[in-house]
Protein backbone atom coordinates (compact mmCIF):
# COMPACT_ATOMS: atom_id res chain seq x y z
CA UNK A 1 0.00 0.00 0.00
CA UNK A 2 1.17 3.82 -0.57
CA UNK A 3 0.13 6.69 0.82
CA UNK A 4 0.86 10.02 -0.99
CA UNK A 5 0.88 13.54 0.56
CA UNK A 6 1.17 16.48 -2.12
CA UNK A 7 2.48 19.99 -1.24
CA UNK A 8 3.92 23.24 -3.01
CA UNK A 9 0.35 24.62 -3.99
CA UNK A 10 -0.84 28.06 -3.60
CA UNK A 11 -1.47 31.32 -5.07
CA UNK A 12 0.73 32.58 -8.49
CA UNK A 13 0.17 35.27 -11.03
CA UNK A 14 -0.21 34.09 -14.48
CA UNK A 15 3.18 33.62 -15.80
CA UNK A 16 4.82 32.41 -12.82
CA UNK A 17 5.59 28.84 -12.06
CA UNK A 18 5.29 26.23 -9.14
CA UNK A 19 6.55 22.63 -8.28
CA UNK A 20 4.31 20.45 -6.67
CA UNK A 21 5.89 17.60 -4.91
CA UNK A 22 4.18 14.56 -3.98
CA UNK A 23 5.71 12.39 -1.02
CA UNK A 24 4.95 8.59 -1.19
CA UNK A 25 5.41 5.68 2.11
CA UNK A 26 6.13 2.60 1.80
CA UNK A 27 9.62 0.75 -0.11
CA UNK A 28 8.17 -0.19 -3.13
CA UNK A 29 8.19 3.42 -4.66
CA UNK A 30 9.92 2.25 -7.53
CA UNK A 31 7.32 -0.67 -8.51
CA UNK A 32 4.72 2.05 -8.97
CA UNK A 33 3.84 4.22 -12.04
CA UNK A 34 2.94 8.17 -10.69
CA UNK A 35 0.50 10.27 -12.56
CA UNK A 36 -1.37 13.89 -11.36
CA UNK A 37 -4.57 14.99 -12.48
CA UNK A 38 -6.15 18.04 -11.56
CA UNK A 39 -9.79 19.11 -10.92
CA UNK A 40 -11.25 22.87 -11.26
CA UNK A 41 -14.53 23.80 -9.37
CA UNK A 42 -17.46 21.99 -11.20
CA UNK A 43 -15.30 19.94 -13.85
CA UNK A 44 -14.45 16.64 -14.03
CA UNK A 45 -10.62 15.08 -12.94
CA UNK A 46 -8.30 15.91 -15.66
CA UNK A 47 -5.10 14.09 -16.52
CA UNK A 48 -1.79 15.99 -16.26
CA UNK A 49 1.11 13.95 -16.47
CA UNK A 50 2.44 10.49 -15.91
CA UNK A 51 5.58 8.91 -15.88
CA UNK A 52 6.63 4.91 -15.65
CA UNK A 53 8.38 3.10 -12.82
CA UNK A 54 11.74 4.33 -13.86
CA UNK A 55 11.03 7.47 -15.14
CA UNK A 56 12.26 6.82 -18.18
CA UNK A 57 9.00 7.49 -19.76
CA UNK A 58 6.79 10.68 -19.24
CA UNK A 59 3.53 11.58 -20.89
CA UNK A 60 2.01 15.00 -20.58
CA UNK A 61 -1.13 16.19 -21.35
CA UNK A 62 -1.85 18.46 -24.58
CA UNK A 63 -3.19 21.20 -22.35
CA UNK A 64 0.02 21.48 -20.23
CA UNK A 65 2.87 20.43 -22.91
CA UNK A 66 5.89 22.61 -23.73
CA UNK A 67 4.88 24.24 -20.01
CA UNK A 68 4.99 21.09 -17.23
CA UNK A 69 7.31 18.32 -16.90
CA UNK A 70 6.80 15.66 -14.71
CA UNK A 71 9.53 13.89 -12.59
CA UNK A 72 10.59 11.60 -10.01
CA UNK A 73 13.32 10.61 -7.23
CA UNK A 74 12.98 7.01 -6.74
CA UNK A 75 15.80 7.29 -3.83
CA UNK A 76 13.81 9.88 -1.86
CA UNK A 77 10.21 8.17 -2.54
CA UNK A 78 9.17 11.62 -4.53
CA UNK A 79 7.05 12.76 -7.77
CA UNK A 80 7.09 16.23 -9.11
CA UNK A 81 5.14 18.51 -11.19
CA UNK A 82 7.07 21.27 -12.08
CA UNK A 83 4.57 24.03 -14.19
CA UNK A 84 5.59 27.04 -15.95
CA UNK A 85 3.80 29.89 -17.71
CA UNK A 86 0.98 29.24 -15.78
CA UNK A 87 -2.33 30.29 -17.13
CA UNK A 88 -5.86 31.40 -14.90
CA UNK A 89 -7.22 27.90 -16.64
CA UNK A 90 -4.57 26.01 -14.73
CA UNK A 91 -6.56 26.57 -11.17
CA UNK A 92 -7.39 23.28 -9.62
CA UNK A 93 -6.80 20.95 -6.82
CA UNK A 94 -3.58 18.87 -8.02
CA UNK A 95 -3.69 15.38 -6.89
CA UNK A 96 -0.39 12.64 -7.43
CA UNK A 97 -1.32 9.00 -7.96
CA UNK A 98 -0.18 5.57 -7.90
CA UNK A 99 -0.32 2.92 -9.82
CA UNK A 100 1.11 -0.64 -9.92
CA UNK A 101 2.10 -0.83 -13.25
CA UNK A 102 5.53 -0.67 -15.34
CA UNK A 103 4.56 2.31 -18.04
CA UNK A 104 2.47 5.32 -18.07
CA UNK A 105 -1.75 5.62 -17.46
CA UNK A 106 -3.35 8.43 -18.30
CA UNK A 107 -7.11 7.38 -16.87
CA UNK A 108 -7.91 7.97 -13.41
CA UNK A 109 -9.34 4.66 -12.57
CA UNK A 110 -6.22 3.10 -13.39
CA UNK A 111 -4.66 4.70 -10.17
CA UNK A 112 -5.12 2.82 -7.17
CA UNK A 113 -3.93 5.59 -4.95
CA UNK A 114 -4.64 8.80 -4.57
CA UNK A 115 -3.26 11.69 -2.24
CA UNK A 116 -5.62 14.87 -0.55
CA UNK A 117 -4.70 16.94 -3.52
CA UNK A 118 -3.39 20.59 -3.39
CA UNK A 119 -4.89 23.96 -4.65
CA UNK A 120 -3.20 25.94 -7.06
CA UNK A 121 -4.58 29.40 -7.84
CA UNK A 122 -3.12 30.91 -10.70
CA UNK A 123 -4.11 34.82 -10.68
CA UNK A 124 -4.72 36.96 -14.22
Known amino acids: QVQLVESGGGLVQAGGSLRLSCAAS????????MGWFRQAPGEEREFVASISRSGGTTYIADSVKGRFTISRDNTKNMAYLQMSILKPDDTAVYFC?????????????????WGQGTQVTVSS
Open 97 to 113: AAANYLGVLIKDYEYQY
Open 26 to 33: GRTFSSYS
